[in-house]
Each structure stands twice: as C-alpha cells, then as structure tokens.
C-alpha cells in the first residue's frame, strides 16, 4: 500500500513507496494508529508540560491569573494544522468555545523536530527552527537542519514515555523547549530539503528491511508567503531565477505560497519579487511568544 494522505503536486517527494500502510496526514495517523493517536490532545500535552491550562468554560480568575494575563486559545484536537483558530486573548475575555482550551503563552524559541523512531525509540533527528517574524501566530519561515543537539535527550524521554512501541515517524514542536503539538507524522513541507536518503531508510523503517540511519538533513529554508503575490509566469520565473522553488498554495487559507531554498538570501529576494515587500531578517532565527 501507498503513503496515505499526500497532497496533490508533492507524489514525486514520496518515492519509493512502502508495502505498509503509512501516514502523511494527521487525519490518516488519526486512523491507522489508534494506540497512539493521544498525542493528538494539546490540552493532556500542555498539562503533561507543567503549563496551566484548561477547557474552555473555565475560568482563569480561578488559578490566580490576573485579568489582563494575556493567554492562548486553541482547539483541544486540530487534525488541520497551521495553528488554525489559535489565537492570544486575555484572561478575562476567554471564550466559552466548545472545544477548545486556554493555556499560559510560552516565550522562547519554536522548533519542530522530526524523529524517525523504532518500538518508541528515536533513531534519527531533523530539527527545523521558527522566525521570529509571524503572521497571525505563523512564522514568516523555518530553518530546516538547525543544529539543536540541546533538545534531544529532552525529545527522546518523551518520545520514550509517549509513544512506546511505536514505530515510525513522529514530528513535536517546542516552544522554550516545551511541548505544544505533537504528530504521527513528519513535516511534510520541509522533506524536499532533507536529501536522498531519508525516503528509503523511512521505508525500510515501516516495512521491516535493513535500516541505516540516515546522515544529517542538507537543510536550508522554507519561507511562507501569506496574503498576496503576484504569481504569474513571469513574476514566478524571475522569482525561481536564483534557484528558490516557488509552489503556489491554495490549500492553506491565508497563504498564496511557500517558498524553498538553500540560503535565506535567496529566498528574501524571491518573496520580494512574489509581494512587493521585505522579508523581515533579524539577526538570528528565533524568540517567539505563543502557540
């Protein structure tokens, strides 16, 4: 059986196919990997971090949280991803939303990490590092293959205490080293900057054949354009002209486009031609509030 839940246009990153069943999309590890598909619940993992949290309906008055604490809303299960109906709001104004929870925001650096993980685990790491820079709680872009080697062992006792027996891959983000979201499933839209060898040892993984753990990811960024872009043929080659990959996006709501490249030069230049603007460059990928 094929990789389940590829998005149209991406088939050519997902070779050579498995004989098991196995999941790109969360709503396809929803299905198949009932055993571990808790992971899926942001409340049980922010209050398996220590964070103070609760559903919705809850009062944060009632936990000591001063009326004008700025906290997180976000859906309790999101099979969607791209943070979407995640938001800050006060502690006084949290909705009564069915569904959703409110958190303390976290402060410090978003990261995302691939695992590549055997009878729960980690074999094999790929970090990737958030801006700074955000659009509506999203980053701007991500540095793919971001020396993070500070997060590991933390990532395998999770993993370790999480997912046992799993086998498979798994991707966490971080917010100052602390648990946000989890999947059963990798980052799907930075496999293109992770070179040749991690398809096949993915493969080999799920269907039981020789594994060698893969060497590190080349890496690189990948940069989302959210709100207009001028995408048409001329624009787009001119655009692709440095060797920055442009793929169109009108699955996301919100975003026109992402962006891939090698450098963040290249990709800055490529979002100016795309939107008339600058993309914000700080001196070093990073601090975020929230999640």
């Not at 691939?114 to 872009?141: N, Q």
Request: with cysteine; proline share 9%; glycine share 10%.
């Amino acid at each position: 059986m094929p990789f389940i839940g590829i998005l149209p246009g991406r088939e050519h990153l997902f070779r050579p196919q498995p004989v098991a069943e196995v999941p790109v999309s969360d709503a396809a590890a929803w299905r198949l990997c009932p055993q571990h598909r808790r992971v899926y619940d942001k409340l049980s993992l922010a209050l398996d971090a220590g964070l103070t949290a609760a559903p919705c309906g809850v009062d944060p008055a009632a936990y000591g949280i001063a009326a004008d604490t700025e906290l997180f809303v976000k859906p309790v299960v999101n099979l969607s991803g791209m943070g979407l109906a995640a938001r800050r709001v006060r502690a006084d104004a949290i909705p009564e939303e069915p569904g959703s929870f409110w958190c303390e925001c976290l402060h410090g650096t978003h990261t995302s990490s691939d695992c590549l993980v055997r009878d729960g685990e980690v074999r094999w790491f790929a970090h990737t590092r958030a801006s700074a820079a955000k659009d509506a709680e999203r980053p701007l872009y991500w540095e793919v293959g971001a020396a993070l080697p500070e997060l590991e062992a933390d990532i395998r006792r999770w993993v370790a205490r999480w997912l046992p027996g799993y086998t498979g891959l798994c991707n966490i983000e971080l917010i100052g080293g602390r648990p946000i979201e989890a999947h059963l499933r990798g980052s799907n839209g930075f496999f293109d900057l992770y070179g040749p060898h991690f398809m096949p040892a993915w493969v080999a993984l799920m269907d039981g054949t020789p594994f060698q753990v893969p060497p590190a990811i080349p890496g690189g960024y990948v940069i989302s354009v959210f709100g207009r872009a001028r995408l048409a043929p001329d624009t787009l080659a001119a655009a692709t002209a440095g060797g920055c990959r442009v793929q169109p996006d009108p699955a996301t709501p919100g975003r026109a486009a992402i962006l891939r490249c090698r450098t963040l030069a290249t990709g800055a230049e490529a979002y100016q031609r795309l939107t008339g603007r600058s993309l914000p460059l700080p001196d070093a990928a990073g601090d975020s509030l929230g999640h």
